[in-house]
């Protein structure tokens, strides 16, 4: 495969797009990779809650349900930093 400069601006442009919709989860790796443990769990409580219910009989609610799952996975960043706000930045211990 040869290596192409623009694929590379591309990748960055996706990547920029999602640190900005979600700051708090993606600062550094280890938020990064426990905070997709917690999208994942969202959206399989929230899809299988939707399976459970009936509510996933076409294609819009399926994409219905997609889109609840990153309101709810921004919702859960926003409150984490809100509360970290609130008590302040933890004391690193050195």
């Known amino acids: ?6 694929q590379d601006q591309e990748n960055r442009a996706y990547s920029s797009i999602v640190t900005s ?3 708090e989860q993606t600062k550094t790796i280890p938020r990064l990779l ?18 459970n219910y009936g ?3 076409n294609r819009i609610s399926s994409l219905l349900f997609v889109l609840l799952t990153i309101v709810v996975f921004w919702l859960q960043g926003f409150l984490w930093s809100s509360i970290i706000k609130l008590f302040g930045q933890p004391i690193d211990k050195d």
């Open 55 to 57: 509510f996933m009989d």
């Open 1 to 6: 495969m040869k290596w192409n400069p623009y």
């Open 21 to 23: 919709l979600f700051p």
């Open 34 to 51: 426990c905070w997709s443990i917690v999208f994942l769990l969202d959206l399989v409580l929230i899809i299988g809650c939707a399976f």
